[in-house]
């Protein structure tokens, strides 16, 4: 059994986590935070997420009893819980450098599985990337192509990135050289450029798109997610590794084992 208290119950992924927990013979729900000022403090966490009342408050810090967290708020909220001290599961996308350095501080000290994808499939997709990249070869321009709901604050996606890195890393380049985000006016294609396009609009959970254009041939390597669920679960999967990890960061390679 994990005890697992979910950081930002009130938010759509924190209600998804909630549910999903509750339906889980191994997991124990004992907590769920949400902002200081927020209406849903004090409320019933089952009935939160739409489960029915089970007895648990939503709170503003977590139990003691939480053998680990799970985190899907705002990047500034993510940094400001890491002096919980627990281990976590962060799911909180659109990370600076700094910020994404103090996460890397706090796991000196505590098991952190760090995932801007929870899902199994995004995963296993990475590496198909990685793969085609590597196989394809210079002859062959990256796309990556993503789209969410109009409510998406960080733009391009914590996925796009992952999907980007996975595509410089199997052709041996450095996102950081060859990304170009968009393309607007004089904008000439250069050799060995990863293009990174976001799209946003209606209620679209997450697709995303890698495309390999050669001359004769395109390639394309396509995933969507259906429901949050995916994510919830997959969260699960992570907190029950975190709660017994070393202290460190983990990836979700790391927690399927890939
Ligand atoms: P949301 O806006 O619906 O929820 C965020 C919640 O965090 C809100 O309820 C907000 O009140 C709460 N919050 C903010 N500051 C807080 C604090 N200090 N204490 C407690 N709660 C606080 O957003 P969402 O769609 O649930 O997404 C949340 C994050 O998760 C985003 O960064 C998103 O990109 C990311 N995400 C990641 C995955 C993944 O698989 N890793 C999947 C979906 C979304």
Not at 1 to 29: F, K, N, P, Q, S
Not at 89 to 95: E, F, N, R, S
Not at 221 to 244: D, E, I, N, Q, W
């Amino acid at each position: 059994m994990t005890r697992i208290a979910v950081v930002g119950a009130a938010g759509r992924m924190g209600r998804e986590v909630c549910r999903a927990a509750l339906e889980e013979r191994d997991i124990e729900l004992v907590g769920g935070v949400v902002e200081p000022e927020a209406p849903e403090l004090g409320a019933d966490l089952g009935e939160l997420c739409g489960a029915g009342w089970i007895g648990i408050s939503a709170t503003e810090d977590p139990p003691d009893n939480a053998e680990a967290l799970i985190e899907f708020t705002t990047p500034e909220a993510t940094v400001e819980h890491l002096s919980y001290r627990r281990p976590v599961v962060i799911g909180t996308t659109g990370l600076s450098e700094e910020q994404l350095q103090r996460v890397e501080a706090a796991a000196e000290a505590e098991p952190v599985v760090l995932a801007p994808n929870m899902s199994v499939g995004v995963s296993l997709v990475r590496e198909v990337v990685r793969d085609l990249s590597e196989k394809l070869g210079a002859g062959y321009d990256i796309e990556v192509i993503e789209a969410h709901h109009r409510n998406k604050v960080d733009a391009p996606s914590g996925t796009a990135f992952l999907l980007a890195w996975a595509a410089a890393e199997g052709r041996g380049s450095d996102l950081d050289d060859v990304a170009v985000y968009g393309r607007e006016g004089r904008a000439p294609r250069r050799e060995g450029e990863i293009g990174i396009h976001a799209l946003r609009g209606g209620a679209v959970v997450g697709e995303h798109r890698v495309v390999f254009y050669g001359v004769g041939e395109e390639v394309e390597v396509v995933h969507r997610a259906l429901s949050r669920r995916t994510f919830a679960t997959g969260s699960l999967r992570a907190a029950r590794f975190v709660a017994t990890a070393h202290q460190g960061l983990y990836s979700m390679r790391d927690v399927l084992g890939a």
